[in-house]
């Protein structure tokens, strides 16, 4: 049997582009606000997972990411462990984390999400991405539009689709965006907070058909950290506003094209785990590397039936305060996407959501929140999906 696990601190950085910020100046701050927040010094914390995807490829720091990153922070000779999965990598890290605690191997874990990508070379950024497929697998020779990113030509072959079976327009995406923006104005962490409008979207630079550039995710830097304790400890500590794991299901692509993608199989696996149903959720984080991927995540978590995403878009159920509020916190398009901290940020915002302080962007009464992270391709699949869901 399983112990209850609780989340006991957050802290997050801003997301933003800081060519004078390093991983360890991000992690620093980041640690510190979760450690304050949880009202706990470093020398409680017994074990940290520490999530990391391209520091390797951007700035040559390969195999002790965590020691180098945490070296000041008074977590020294703590068991840390080194976590990469692409996109996934801080959804991964909190994964084995809540593992741990759950088992009763430790009280307190901390969880780390960094990643700083900005480089003065921008092709270095680029490639850091576009290592997250199989180097091997030719099959992504044909899908290209020189935009420079393979991913963002994949997620364009994969909408231009989805148009073509539900009706979706380019300006329900650019809906989105204004959507996003939206909600990025009122999170003083996310990297691009200015609104827009349809119609400024719609004019920006194309990226790869249909996608103009507000409509895809960027480069930049950030870092979110995130304490996990055990249902005893959370109720030891003074002033503690837990929130509860109640699933955290991580899966690997499937090897076959027919059936269920990854992220429906986590969510599915995830549900079951939480016995929740998905009409039970308040406010969810999907993994939107591209706009048009909220609305396609959307039928993927079975928020709606399969082509209905739109609907809930242009009725509003999707807002601020909306019947299920999808990305509050501006999501991966608006709030940042630094790879390995993208799965933490979730986390964070959902945690806000549940303990009621998320502001002007508060989904009233939230008590479920589900977050769904996936990275990287392999085959026709994402190479990693997770799917957690919280509770108040």
Not at 136 to 149: A, F, P, R, V
Not at 216 to 230: M, R, V
Not at 348 to 359: N, T
Request: include cysteine.
């Amino acid at each position: 049997m399983t112990a209850r696990v609780a989340i006991a601190g957050i802290g997050m950085t801003a997301f933003g582009k800081f060519l004078d910020r390093s991983v360890r100046s991000l992690s620093e701050e980041a640690v510190r606000i979760a450690l304050e927040d949880a009202g706990i010094t470093a020398d409680r914390v017994d074990r940290v997972y520490f999530g990391n995807a391209a520091a390797g490829l951007v700035t040559g720091q390969e195999m002790v990411r965590a020691q180098a990153a945490l070296r000041f922070t008074g977590l020294m000779g703590k068991p840390m462990i080194n976590t990469e999965n692409a996109c996934a990598t801080g959804s991964t890290a909190f994964h084995l984390a809540w593992q741990c605690v759950s088992a009763g191997q430790a009280d307190i874990v901390l969880v780390v999400g960094a990643e700083k990508l900005t480089h003065a070379d921008k092709a270095v950024s680029f490639g850091a991405f576009g290592a997250a497929v199989d180097m091997e697998e030719k099959q992504l020779d044909h899908i290209g539009s020189g935009s420079g990113s393979i991913f963002m030509d994949i997620y364009a072959e994969r909408t231009r689709r989805y148009m073509d079976a539900t009706g979706v327009t380019a300006a329900d995406i650019a809906q989105i965006v204004v959507k996003s923006r939206h909600a990025a104005s009122l999170n003083p962490f996310a990297q691009f907070r200015k609104p827009t409008t349809v119609e400024e979207v719609l004019a920006a630079r194309m990226i790869s058909t249909p996608l103009t550039l507000p409509m895809c995710s960027s480069i930049g830097d950030g870092a979110a950290a995130i304490i996990l304790c055990s249902s005893r400890v959370a109720a030891q500590l003074t002033g503690a506003r837990p929130v509860w794991v109640a699933a955290c299901e991580l899966v690997s692509g499937s090897a076959s094209t027919e059936g269920p993608n990854a992220s429906a199989r986590a969510s599915k696996a995830a549900y079951e785990a939480a016995s929740i149903d998905p009409n039970d959720v308040h406010v969810v984080e999907v993994h939107d590397g591209a706009a048009p991927s909220e609305l396609i995540n959307c039928e993927t978590l079975q928020l709606c039936a399969p082509g209905e995403a739109v609907h809930l878009l242009r009725s509003g159920a999707t807002d601020l305060g909306g019947k299920v509020s999808i990305n509050p916190s501006g999501g991966l398009i608006s709030r940042g996407h630094p790879i390995g901290a993208t799965g933490t940020a979730q986390i964070f915002e959902l945690a806000q959501q549940l303990r009621g302080e998320a502001g002007e962007r508060q989904r009233p009464a939230a008590k479920v929140g589900l977050a769904q992270n996936s990275g990287g391709q392999v085959g026709g699949d994402s190479a990693a999906a997770v799917v957690t869901i919280l509770t108040a």
